[in-house]
């Protein structure tokens, strides 16, 4: 369960389509567009959810999912741009090898997880109607909102 978890949260860069598109899971918004506009050439929009690159246009989104897979780097006009998109996949590779995201978030995880099982414990102690089912249940009830707000709060202000 420990891999699951450290697989599901290390940063990876991912082409599906490396001459329209790629993507960047396991890094936020903030830290992605810090690494991208590091790069010589590179103008970011105010909003940072757009920028150009040797005079290509690209945009950074989540790809219209709730965070499910990443956030993807495409170009703008939907035509091929091959040499532009793997300078910025290669360099965004690079800056996670040499600043890889802080592992605070493995433990916001597991605190999630530990939360929820212990609540699911606690739904099942109560349907047999034991007094134990009372404590597991409030940590659990604890444990799940204390990790979602702390992966909130990692996500938003830790990039």
Known sequence: MRALVKEALQA????????????????????????ISQMPGV????????????GVEFSIDDGGDTGGDGLWVRTKDGL?????????????ERMIDA?????????????VL???????V?????TMHTLTALPIWA????????GAGLFYIARKFAD
């Open 114 to 120: 530990t939360g929820a099982f212990m609540v699911c």
């Open 99 to 111: 600043h890889p995201p802080s592992k605070s978030r493995e433990v916001v995880i597991w605190l």
């Open 12 to 35: 990876k860069v991912k082409a599906y389509n490396p001459e329209h598109s790629f993507v960047v899971s396991g890094v936020g918004d903030r830290r992605l567009c810090r690494y």
């Open 80 to 92: 091929p741009h091959p040499d532009e998109l793997r300078a910025i996949r290669e360099e965004v």
């Open 139 to 146: 940590a659990g009830a604890i444990s799940i909102p204390s």
């Open 43 to 54: 103008a970011l929009t105010p909003k940072r959810d757009k920028f150009s690159f040797r």
């Open 122 to 126: 606690g739904v099942c102690f109560a």
